[in-house]
């Protein structure tokens, strides 16, 4: 994976296949540190999947490689931060992952909006976006207009710039 | 708990929905989002996709999204399906691919034979 961005895409998409209805994206973003926490409401893991799914080969489709987790492992620990992952079958998935932005080997944080963009008017999925002290979510973008669904690309545009915007400053 | 009434009703209530789901008119464009096609760039093409179909005011396509189908070296992969349900899939898509497509074959009508899988992997 090339940046944050695109590794928050596909654990999100892990979300979506485990049926949550509800995905909240954490970002908090130090000096130092990119601090990346994603939650779902999805069926979960036991504790045995839990330890195996830091594996490659561990997958729960028809394959027999399950790359998305382990990369993501792999982008922490390759700057010295830590990877967690906590889950209770059939309650809830938290995916926590530490980057440290001064390491030689730490990866940008790429174009968030537009993985935000593309995650919030292509799923039914209620999702929660929080970028330090910014936050936007799913059900408030449909609030404000019920006729003019966001789901609709000519009236959700407005969805990227005013998120690249913000998390700007 | 939900009683089996309260169940009949939200069975009901969800049917329609699935009906239009699975009788949807007019072109579906699929586009493979699993870490390969993610790596790979696929939400570029995604993006370049839904802005493109609302740029021309295509009303009647419907940009889905879909995981692994095992052909991970060919990705970005683009799947088109047209109303009568015959699906091509296109490999190693680029975002130029992606006017192509909607111009030659979900305007056109007409499948671009040297993007297809089938053609790829010869």
Known sequence: ?169 | MLSLKELKKLKENAQPGLKLRKYKEGYQVVVGMATCGISAGARTILTKFVEEVANKGLENVTILQKGCIGECALEPIVEVIDPSGNSTTYGLVTPKDVLTIIEEHIIGGKIIEAKTIENLKN
């Not at chain 1, 928050?8 to 049926?19: F, G, H, T, V, W």
């Not at chain 1, 979960?44 to 489709?61: D, E, H, L, N, Y």
């Not at chain 1, 980057?99 to 209620?126: C, M, P, R, S, V």
């Not at chain 1, 976006?129 to 979510?137: A, L, P």
Request: include cysteine.
């Open chain 1, 1 to 169: 994976m090339l940046d944050i961005s695109l590794h928050i895409l596909d654990l999100c998409q892990n979300s979506i296949n485990a049926k949550a209805t509800f995905i909240e994206i954490d970002i908090k973003s130090t000096p130092v540190l990119y601090e990346i926490k994603i939650t779902d409401n999805g069926i979960g893991m036991s504790g045995q999947m839990i330890k195996a799914v830091r594996s490659p080969f561990v997958t729960t489709s028809n394959k027999s490689v399950g790359l998305g987790i382990p990369l993501f492992i792999d982008s922490c620990e390759q700057t010295g931060g830590v990877c967690t992952i906590e889950s209770i079958e059939g309650s809830y998935t938290t995916i926590t992952g530490t980057i440290y932005k001064n390491h030689y080997d730490a990866i940008d944080l790429g174009d968030i909006a537009e993985t935000i963009y593309l995650l919030f008017i292509l799923n039914q999925t209620e999702i929660v976006f929080k970028y330090n002290n910014f936050e936007i979510n799913t059900n408030e973008l449909n609030n404000l207009s019920k006729k003019h669904s966001i789901s609709n690309p000519v009236n959700s545009s407005w969805i990227k710039d005013y998120i690249k915007k913000n998390i700007e400053d």
